[in-house]
């Protein structure tokens, strides 16, 4: 284990860039963010807001889908417990969340890559499999992740994403309300009455 340890500090000092000022980090930290939890579901909540029908809830799938992934992974980090490299950027990483392995980034693109594998046609998951890849290589450039913890995030996600859509139907089926705002009204009425 140590030898993999090795090799995976090696092969990420190989990708890191340490010059903040460097352009090539610059726009690798803007990518980096794009990968952020709260940034996809605040934007996928805006978009459910304003949706109706399977728009509707497509988008409040996918939302809760990203959300309970994101309570586990952290979970799981802080269990596996290992430290992030050393550096200065992505403070706000560093104090909510030290702990790099599995890449919760990581683990949130392979998720999201199912996720729109299941909702969107080929041409467009170009965009999406172009994203993954370099905000996934991001969290190495800018520091904040080791090679080895962005491989093993990708694949956890993907795994996790095919649970996802394989418990799709009955989560549609169980938890139809929260799919459905046009529901509300009724079940607020019958519980408050």
């Not at 952020?36 to 978009?47: A, N, P, R, T, V």
Request: glycine share 8%; charged share 15%; with cysteine.
């Amino acid at each position: 284990m140590q030898k993999i340890l090795e090799l995976d500090r090696v092969l990420t000092g190989k990708i890191r860039i340490k010059d903040e000022n460097n352009k090539l980090f610059r726009i690798a930290a803007f990518l980096s963010h794009t990968g952020d939890s709260w940034f996809w579901c605040s934007g996928l909540f805006i978009i459910w807001l304003f949706a109706h029908g399977t728009l509707q809830k497509t988008v409040a799938f996918w939302g809760i889908a990203i959300a309970v992934t994101a309570v586990f992974i952290f979970l799981l980090k802080c269990m596996i417990h290992r430290k992030r490299p050393e550096g200065n950027w992505g403070d706000i990483y560093r104090k909510t969340d030290p702990h790099s392995f599995p890449s919760g980034h990581a683990v949130r693109a392979g998720l999201i890559l199912v996720l729109a594998m299941n909702t969107f046609h080929f041409p467009f998951m170009i965009f999406f499999i172009l994203w993954a890849i370099l905000m996934i290589l991001s969290r190495v450039i800018t520091g904040v992740h080791f090679l080895l913890d962005v491989t093993a995030g990708i694949f956890l996600g993907l795994l996790i994403g095919i649970g996802w859509i394989a418990v799709m139907p009955y989560l549609f089926e169980m938890f139809y309300f929260l799919f459905d705002r046009s529901l509300w009204p009724g079940i607020l009425e019958r519980l408050f009455n």
